[in-house]
């Protein structure tokens, strides 16, 4: 229980360190969190971790929870699921060829990485890049999450549709992008009695260090003209822990990996908890500069996205 508990603040500090101050909690959740606090901590009324804004929301089975300017924070920490430990990174070679035959060489080994295997629940997939072997722009994410270790593929859920309609927005078809995650496997956190997880936590340093080499070797095999990064998971996992604070501090700014120019963005779920006019912009801030470093048309009209207009 002390694992789930440190697992969801870790998720916390990610989404408030992202500029997310709401979000929705449905009250069984909150009755169930309680109750782990109240047997954990032996008191009658435990402190939440959240306080409940004044106004309710009106979906009586939702209710926004901010978060506390003294929270406690923790770190991301390894689950114990049974699977084996996370050694150090294997190494592997993609035999020359053919962008397409090379491409699918290095799927085959990611696939049957055994350590990868080992952490994907029953019924679940390991999870590789999609696109164009021959984009210019690459999209990369930090983990999969729950639709996206059902399908094996990044960034189906929602999230991922929000990403399709921002590439869309950027005058390109998904198809016409290369999109990826560090992690190759949804990160493990406890599940109930049907061995169902629920939630997702960010990964640990050494799970993403384990998964870099093959978010390397897709670089290398598709040459994309530049990278851009969504969220501070991934800008961590990609520069380095502790590299930066906060988001902000590296955001809209050229950064580099692999040799690539490299954009650092927020991630898409930060718009579907922030729908408003100002939040679109800061990201489509960045995507502008994406668009003009790969060389792509920009309107008029694209300038004006999600300017207020008074």
């Known amino acids: 229980m002390r694992t789930s508990l440190q ?43 959240l306080s409940a804004p004044a106004r309710p929301e009106k979906d009586e089975t939702s209710t926004t929870y901010q978060f506390k300017a003294s929270e406690r924070v923790y770190q991301a920490k390894p689950v114990d699921t049974g699977a084996p430990p996370i050694p150090e990174p294997t190494t592997f070679q993609v035999p020359p060829g053919e962008k397409s035959a090379r491409w699918n060489a290095l799927r085959e080994i990611v696939l049957n990485d055994p350590v990868c295997k080992a952490h994907v629940r029953p019924s679940k997939k390991v999870v ?88 390397k070797g897709q670089i290398e095999v598709v040459n994309p003209d530049l990278l851009v990064a969504l969220g501070s998971t991934a800008a961590q ?48 801030e960045d995507l502008l500069q994406v668009m003009e470093r790969a060389g792509l048309p920009i309107s008029e009209k694209q300038r004006g996205f999600f300017l207020d207009r008074g």
């Not at 639709?147 to 005058?171: K, N, S, Y």
């Not at 927020?266 to 922030?274: D, E, F, K, Q, V």
Request: some cysteine.
């Open 237 to 284: 996992g990609l520069l380095g822990f502790g590299t930066f604070k906060a988001l902000g501090e590296v955001r809209g700014r050229w950064k580099e990996f692999a040799g690539k120019p490299l954009m650092i963005t927020y991630h898409p779920s930060y718009i579907l908890r922030n729908q408003s006019n100002r939040s679109k912009r800061m990201i489509w």
């Open 7 to 49: 697992a969801i603040a870790a998720e916390l500090k990610r989404l408030k360190a992202s500029g997310v101050k709401a979000l929705p909690v449905s009250e069984a959740s909150m009755q169930r969190l309680r109750k782990a606090v109240q047997a954990r901590a032996g008191q009658a009324q435990p402190a939440p971790l």
């Open 128 to 215: 590789f890049g999609v696109g164009s072997v021959d984009a210019k722009i690459m999209f990369v994410g930090e983990a999969p999450g729950a639709d996206e270790e059902v399908q094996g593929e990044p960034f189906v859920g929602p999230a991922g549709q929000l990403l399709t309609r921002m590439i869309g927005a950027m005058g390109l078809k998904r198809s016409d992008v290369y999109i990826g995650n560090i992690m190759n496997w949804r990160p493990e956190m406890p599940v109930d009695e049907r061995g169902v997880q629920y939630g997702n936590r960010p990964p640990t340093e050494k799970e993403m260090a384990y998964c870099l080499p093959y978010l």
